[in-house]
């Protein structure tokens, strides 16, 4: 990276600091870092959960071309077309990934990140043991989080987690992106469905419709959903699960940002009934 000459800021990430790196004589690079490394093997988690998405998933992601404690240097990516045919074919290939990688356990090879704090990923046989354990209750210790959350929300999530069986129906774990905002969908030079920023772990496929259903996407993935719904003959009640297993998600944001983008008054709202009476 010695020819590179120029590096212009790029918008749209949360946790990280990230540019577009110009060179002399080789293509422009997507360059991101952060100002201090949570850990030391952040980036080389990324580039696995990349690797993971196109090896075993037939996902298109970028070429990682460095991976060290303190940089990750990727392949540059095109905005995503705003058309709803992108979004149809996005839901094939999601879907595609989702039904070709059913796997009897839940968790990952390994922990990796999920913005700036770590994401455990032991393996466990129990989906909703694990999703209550590793993805809920785990956030319960975070300053950010205790602050915003009073003695009777984090009762309310603990009653949420005994009670998952109940309101969530049994499903199969298999290969997931893991922060799948429409922020992390782009496209390839031809126009394919590219994701960046993975937090790869076997769970449940619906963590991915969660949050993409859940974080505003644009009008042109209505037909994301319809199209996601069908391929992977979804149940009639599968909206209604959303805000639920979405909780992940406005409580790893809670515990890492100032600014939480209604994530508090979210996660109150979906454990109201969850409350002692």
Same mark, same amino acid.
């Given at each position: %990276?010695?020819? !590179?000459?120029?590096?212009?800021?790029?918008?749209g990430? &949360?946790?990280a &600091?990230?540019?577009?790196?110009t060179?002399r004589?080789?293509?422009?690079v997507? !360059?991101k870092?952060f100002a201090?490394p949570p850990?030391?093997? !952040?980036?080389?988690a990324e580039?696995?959960?990349?690797?993971?998405?196109?090896?075993?998933?037939?996902?298109?992601?970028?070429e990682?071309?460095?991976a060290?404690? #303190?940089l990750l240097v990727?392949?540059?990516l095109?905005?995503?077309?705003?058309t709803?045919?992108?979004?149809?074919?996005?839901a094939h290939?999601?879907?595609?990934m989702?039904?070709? +990688?059913? #796997?009897?356990?839940f968790?990952?090879? $390994?922990d #990796?990140? &999920?913005? $700036?704090?770590?994401?455990?990923n032991t393996?466990?046989?129990?989906?909703?043991a694990?999703f209550?354990?590793?993805r809920?209750?785990?956030?319960?210790g975070?300053p950010r989080?205790?602050?915003?959350l009073d003695?009777?929300d984090?009762?309310? =999530?603990?009653?949420l987690?005994?009670?998952l069986?109940e309101v =969530?129906?049994?499903?199969p774990?298999? =290969? +997931?992106h893991?922060?799948?905002?429409a922020q #992390?969908v %782009?496209a +390839?030079a031809?126009?394919?469905?590219?994701l960046i920023?993975?937090?790869?772990?076997?769970?449940w496929a619906? !963590?991915?419709l969660?949050?993409? @259903?859940?974080t505003?996407?644009?009008?042109?993935?209505?037909?994301?959903?319809?199209?996601?719904?069908?391929?992977t003959?979804?149940?009639?009640g @599968? $909206?209604e699960?959303?805000?639920? /297993?979405q909780?992940r998600?406005?409580?790893?944001?809670l515990a890492q940002f100032?600014?939480? @983008?209604g994530?508090?008054g979210? /996660?109150?709202?979906?454990?109201?009934?969850?409350?002692? $009476?």
């Amino acid at each position: %990276m010695l020819d !590179v000459v120029a590096v212009e800021p790029a918008s749209g990430g &949360l946790a990280a &600091l990230a540019g577009i790196a110009t060179r002399r004589d080789a293509p422009p690079v997507f !360059v991101k870092a952060f100002a201090e490394p949570p850990d030391e093997d !952040v980036f080389a988690a990324e580039a696995d959960g990349l690797a993971a998405l196109r090896e075993l998933g037939g996902l298109a992601t970028p070429e990682v071309i460095l991976a060290d404690r #303190n940089l990750l240097v990727l392949s540059m990516l095109e905005p995503r077309p705003g058309t709803e045919s992108f979004w149809e074919q996005a839901a094939h290939v999601l879907a595609g990934m989702h039904l070709s +990688t059913v #796997n009897p356990r839940f968790g990952w090879h $390994r922990d #990796n990140w &999920l913005g $700036r704090r770590r994401q455990v990923n032991t393996w466990s046989d129990d989906g909703f043991a694990f999703f209550a354990e590793h993805r809920l209750l785990r956030w319960l210790g975070e300053p950010r989080v205790e602050a915003a959350l009073d003695t009777g929300d984090r009762a309310a =999530l603990e009653r949420l987690c005994g009670r998952l069986p109940e309101v =969530l129906p049994k499903q199969p774990a298999c =290969l +997931t992106h893991g922060d799948l905002w429409a922020q #992390n969908v %782009m496209a +390839t030079a031809d126009g394919r469905p590219a994701l960046i920023d993975p937090a790869v772990s076997y769970m449940w496929a619906e !963590v991915d419709l969660a949050h993409v @259903w859940t974080t505003a996407p644009p009008p042109e993935a209505a037909r994301f959903f319809a199209v996601y719904a069908e391929l992977t003959s979804l149940d009639a009640g @599968w $909206r209604e699960r959303m805000p639920i /297993i979405q909780l992940r998600q406005h409580l790893a944001v809670l515990a890492q940002f100032d600014q939480d @983008w209604g994530a508090a008054g979210l /996660i109150r709202a979906t454990l109201a009934p969850f409350r002692a $009476r």
